[in-house]
């Protein structure tokens, strides 16, 4: 399995002279943007590599910790409350100190507070002001942004505070605004520096019992990166205290209001302007067929078939010898065939979860190993199947000619059992292609890039650049077996 994975792994890898400083970040517009403009205050470009959208905080420090990234934008309140458990009002140097020990350091404030809020529609606020407002309202409907509800500094302690009865509502931040705005829920979660705060007129509501701690924007890094990377954390440094909070909004709008990419924007305020005003409506217009044939399709489109070719590649080294075992053995095969149904209902991207801290890092890795159990369950069942519809006839004239069992599994069994086998890859590499697209949330590229980034930003088009390449790459290898079906069809009937 192995060495399928790593010749996968090295088609959809770029040869890269030296290795650049890498910089993650997480699933929401402004971490996309503060990626950006770390990678490019670096220095020139190939200094730093950005992986974007790599999933939530823990997965992104997650990454840091195992060495899969170098730094990434990060806030004081989450790091002091989320991740280190610090008690309230931790500073800096606490955070410092805390992260010391595991070859991590935080430095380099980039000059603006971007805190977590609730914030209800200004239209249907009423008298609701503050927080300890809400506590009277028990019906109120409250979408929240699913880290927001498992947080240490969000919902079960701001619950506990203000004793809010409501039982709120799962909802990504991404659509939560629209949410909002369509009336579907009645106030949600939100971070001060939001774009759509003004768009759509909310009410921020006060924390007038001061539960939210200060959330300082600052760079999480590895210890040992100032002497690996001398001349890009010097570069760096000249961050400090640079974005002010009015500059953090403008770049927050110009992505999620006027659709620029988030390179671009990056660029516009390192060079020392804004980025240029533009409406939505002729920014996206277009859009679609630049983004689906765009400079970065190719590396995509290399990478989602190299982590499909070698997750069922694998899958069919270890799935046909198993469904052969399932099949010789009914209590071994209702065993297998029960631990391979189970896998495949594990929830994708709590999958990738649990694998990372096994694994030990993000990207690649992560992502086909996960590809690569979803995989099985088609081919082994097939591979099963396949061989019990063998007639038992054929076998018994198969040994009468003479054969010994692995000679009639090789010339009798398993060519009469191959469509049935083949089907099941067929299957497999399908489903493959379209699971595959999660494999950016852990930072393994792919289509799903696209698609986290208009997840993110709430972005129809960016949605589609991701998603209708993923399905033409499967209609392409759906027509590819079905070609190899009708080949080796001919092939028999000719003899």
């Known amino acids: 399995m192995a060495w399928v994975l790593a010749a996968a792994l090295a088609a959809s890898l770029p040869a890269r002279a030296a290795e650049p400083l890498r910089v993650g970040s997480k699933r929401f517009t402004e971490s996309y943007i503060l990626g950006e403009l770390l990678s490019q205050a670096a220095g020139p470009p190939g200094t730093a590599q950005h992986q974007p959208g790599l999933g939530n905080t823990a997965i992104v420090f997650a990454a840091l910790k195992a060495g899969s990234i170098d730094l990434y934008a990060d806030y004081t309140g989450t790091l002091a409350a989320e991740i280190l458990k610090l008690p309230p009002g931790a500073g800096l140097e606490q955070i410092r100190h805390a992260l010391a020990p595991m070859g991590l350091g935080a430095a380099i404030p980039l000059g603006f507070e971007n805190t977590y809020a609730l914030a209800v529609s200004d239209a249907r606020a009423g008298a609701l002001t503050q927080l300890s407002d809400l506590a009277a309202q028990p019906g109120l409907r409250l979408g929240l942004s699913h880290e927001f509800l498992g947080r240490a500094d969000g919902w079960p302690g701001l619950a506990r505070r203000y004793g809010l009865p409501q039982r709120p509502l799962g ?22 520096t939001d774009a759509k705060i003004r768009k759509y007129r909310l009410r921020v509501l006060a924390d007038d019992r001061h539960y939210f701690p200060r959330y300082d924007a600052v760079v999480v890094y590895r210890l040992d990166l100032p002497q ?40 516009a305020f390192l060079d020392g302007g804004g980025a240029p005003a533009t409406h939505v409506a002729e920014a996206r217009r277009g859009r679609l067929l630049a983004a689906l044939f765009g400079p970065d399709t190719a590396r995509l489109a290399r990478r989602h078939v190299g982590l499909v070719a070698g997750a069922v590649g694998a899958a069919t080294l270890v799935g046909v010898p198993l469904g052969m075992l399932a099949a010789r053995r009914r209590r071994t095969g209702q065993a297998v065939l029960g631990a391979v149904s189970v896998l495949q209902t594990v929830p994708s991207l709590a999958l990738l979860a649990m694998l990372i801290p096994l694994l030990g890092r993000i990207g690649v890795w992560p992502a086909m190993v996960a590809l690569f159990l979803y995989a099985l369950l088609p081919i082994v069942r097939n591979t099963a199947t396949g061989l019990e519809q063998v007639p038992q006839g054929m076998r018994d004239a198969a040994r009468a000619l003479g054969l010994r069992g692995a000679q009639v599994l090789r010339y009798v069994e398993l060519p009469l059992a191959l469509p049935v086998l083949l089907a099941g890859v067929k299957t497999a590499a399908i489903i493959s292609v379209g699971t595959a697209t999660i ?57």
Do not use: K
Not at 181 to 188: E, M, R, S
């Open 439 to 495: 494999a950016a949330f852990v930072g393994a590229g792919g289509f799903g890039e696209r698609i986290a980034t208009g997840l993110a930003l709430n972005d129809t088009t960016l949605l589609l650049a991701g998603a209708i390449p993923a399905a033409v790459l499967a209609l392409l290898v759906q027509a590819g077996f079905e070609a190899l079906e009708w080949a080796l069809r001919r092939r028999r009937d000719r003899r």
């Open 228 to 267: 690996r990377f001398p001349q890009a954390w010097q570069a760096l440094q000249r961050l400090a205290g640079r974005v002010s909070a009015d500059d953090m909004i403008a770049m927050n709008a110009a992505a999620e209001l006027d659709g620029q990419p988030f390179a671009a924007i990056a660029r």
């Open 171 to 192: 909802l990504d931040h991404g659509v939560a605004y629209e949410a909002l705005a369509a009336g579907q829920v009645d106030a949600i979660d939100i971070y001060s």
